[in-house]
Nanobody
Framework: QVQLVESGGGLVTAGGSLRLSCAAS????????MGWFRQAPGKERQFVAA????????YYADSVKGRFTISRDNAKNSVYLQMNGLKPEDTAVYYC????????????????WGQGTQVTVSL
């Protein structure tokens, strides 16, 4: 169906920046929504950002608004997450996800997930 591969995670100090990438392959749909989620050990998976691939609907979690930017390159079937002003509480495994539904902030709406990339922010 849809395969997703994330890259770009790493270890940074507080205030630093990272750019995550997600490459999609397989069948896509005109209404495919793309999202970024994160999960810390022992915690539930948390919404970070989402956008639709054909429109201008973009959503951010309050905790990252103004610091993170989601973008896409439809020609490359890719979605990106630019993370600036990173904080220790941003530490988590970050997952790229795709949904055949309209763009959503809800984890259960996404049927396809990447393997995740670790982001660690130290003081």
């Amino acid at each position: 169906q849809v395969q997703l591969v994330e890259s770009g995670g790493g270890l940074v100090t507080a205030g630093g920046s990272l750019r995550l990438s997600c490459a999609a392959s397989g069948r896509t749909f005109s209404n495919l929504g793309m999202g970024w989620f994160r999960q810390a050990p022992g915690k539930e998976r948390q919404f970070v950002a989402a956008c639709n691939w054909s429109g201008g609907n973009i959503y951010y979690a309050d905790s990252v608004k103004g610091r993170f930017t989601i973008s896409r390159d439809n020609a490359k079937n890719s979605v990106y997450l630019q993370m600036n002003g990173l904080k220790p509480e941003d530490t988590a495994v970050y997952y790229c996800a795709a949904t055949r539904r309209f763009v959503s902030t809800t984890t259960s709406d996404y049927a396809y997930w990447g393997q995740g990339t670790q982001v660690t922010v130290s003081l």
